[in-house]
């Protein structure tokens, strides 16, 4: 979990909603959610979405589509570092939890 109280998932989640949100003026589909993080069914944007309402992050009006209102804004940084994250190789990714790994060892000493 992040900061934010966020799983990676969630957090990438969001940043869709808001990017796709503010490009378009209104909020993706479910099926559009499902289509860009990759996911095999609706029923995990579902669970995805449920989250963050449940965080406060979005808002929805039961029973209508396209209903998602962003409350809460990722900060920048967890996006860049997201971004960054995505971009990364298989190699880095397994540098960056190694110092991540060793960082939280000394921080617990």
């Not at 990759?38 to 209508?64: D, T």
């Not at 860049?80 to 540098?95: F, G, I, M, P």
């Amino acid at each position: 979990m992040s900061a934010m109280g966020l799983t990676p998932r969630q957090h990438e989640c969001l940043l869709f909603i808001n990017e796709f949100s503010q490009k378009h003026g209104f909020s993706p589909s479910f099926d559009e959610i499902r289509e860009a993080l990759g996911l095999a069914s609706k029923s995990g944007v579902h669970r995805l979405v449920h989250g963050l309402k449940q965080r406060g992050f979005i808002g929805m009006f039961n029973g209508q589509s396209r209903s998602v209102v962003i409350r809460a804004e990722p900060p920048q940084a967890q996006t860049t570092l997201l971004r960054a994250w995505k971009s990364a190789s298989l190699n880095e990714r397994t540098d960056f939890l190694f110092l991540i790994g060793a960082r939280l060892e000394c921080e617990a000493a």
